[in-house]
């Protein structure tokens, strides 16, 4: 996601010299996963250029239960600034019930708000009282408090934000899918997508926006945004514009069965160049899923997608 305005402020930690370390790299597993989390760690202490490592992929699997596995690949967009998608995917077993964690956080005006919530949110979401009994309950108050968090350390985050779609498999069968902002996921039931998560778009929540005091204008460009900024009417973080935004997420909760194939968590630097059946189309044959889900980022960079593409691939 591109938004028009522009930023140059930097956190009080790269103020004083001090390397952004990301803390986590979604699964921890596979060698391309630690060779992606080295090369973080050497672009942030300075020792190499966040331009030369482009791209990153990976895959897992449960531990639990019938096979459910999973892939991912980034691919950094044709923007100058850096790389500013985040994702997580990893399986981790709580209270002796697997679950399976998977993100995509596509940040705007810098990294630090989409890194914050890969480190952060599940963790919230999960240590919510309610996890167990109500997770769509504990969903929503951790997006929101998780929210509220971005915001108080804003001196460190900075005035960006992120939009967020996660999903959360509790025991392989029961999916829970929440988003804020424009990245999506699509699940494939007997070979056709069906949208498990809600494209927030200021055109689509004008009403809401001018009851906070806000407008929705396409100037300047073509496409709605919230008070001439931003291209998402929810998102974490965005100080500057919160007051006429929401971090409230959209919640679907989804049985899986033996007609479900396979789990797409994208940013919509897939989804501006891609349709959600045409996605699917791509990949239906594909077993391996980091296979997959580098298919489907090089498919949308053959179409010219110039945002960063973050794609997250599990079969069930």
């Not at 639990?64 to 690949?73: A, E, L, Q, V």
Request: hydrophobic fraction near 35%; aromatic fraction near 6%.
């Amino acid at each position: 996601m591109i938004p028009k305005y522009n930023d140059n402020r930097e956190s009080s930690q790269q103020k004083k010299g001090v390397p952004m370390i990301p803390k986590y790299n979604g699964s921890a597993e596979s060698s391309q996963q630690k060779k992606g989390m080295l090369s973080k760690i050497k672009i942030a202490a300075g020792c190499l250029s966040s331009s030369s490592s482009s791209s990153d992929t990976g895959k897992g699997r449960n531990k639990i239960g019938n096979k459910i596995t999973h892939g991912f690949s980034l691919v950094k967009g044709k923007t100058n600034h850096p790389m500013e998608d985040y994702h997580v995917a990893e399986f981790r077993v709580v209270n002796n019930t697997e679950l399976g964690l998977f993100a995509i956080f596509d940040g705007h005006l810098g990294h630090d708000v989409p890194r914050y919530l890969q480190n952060h949110l599940f963790g919230n979401i999960i240590n919510e009282p309610e996890f167990w009994k109500n997770p769509k309950k504990a969903i929503a108050k951790a997006y929101e408090l998780t929210d509220s968090s971005v915001l108080q350390n804003v001196g460190d985050l900075g005035v960006g934000g992120s939009t967020a779609v996660t999903a959360i498999l509790i025991g392989g069968q029961n999916l829970y899918v929440a988003n804020v902002g424009d990245s999506r996921a699509v699940i494939c039931r007997d070979g056709v997508a069906i949208q498990l998560s809600v494209d927030h778009e200021p055109k689509a929540e004008r009403k809401h926006i001018e009851d906070k005091g806000g407008f929705v204008t396409t100037f300047p460009g073509d496409v709605p945004r919230v008070d001439g900024q931003l291209a998402v009417s929810r998102a974490f973080g965005d100080k500057n514009l919160k007051v006429h935004l929401s971090a409230h997420p959209d919640i679907h909760e989804h049985t899986i069965d033996k007609t479900d194939k396979f789990l797409i968590l994208a940013s919509d630097g897939l989804w501006k160049v891609m349709g959600n059946q045409e996605a699917v189309d791509i990949i239906r044959k594909v077993k391996n899923p980091e296979t997959a889900a580098k298919k489907l980022t090089e498919g949308a960079l053959a179409r010219n997608s110039k945002d960063d593409i973050s794609c997250i691939v599990i079969h069930f």
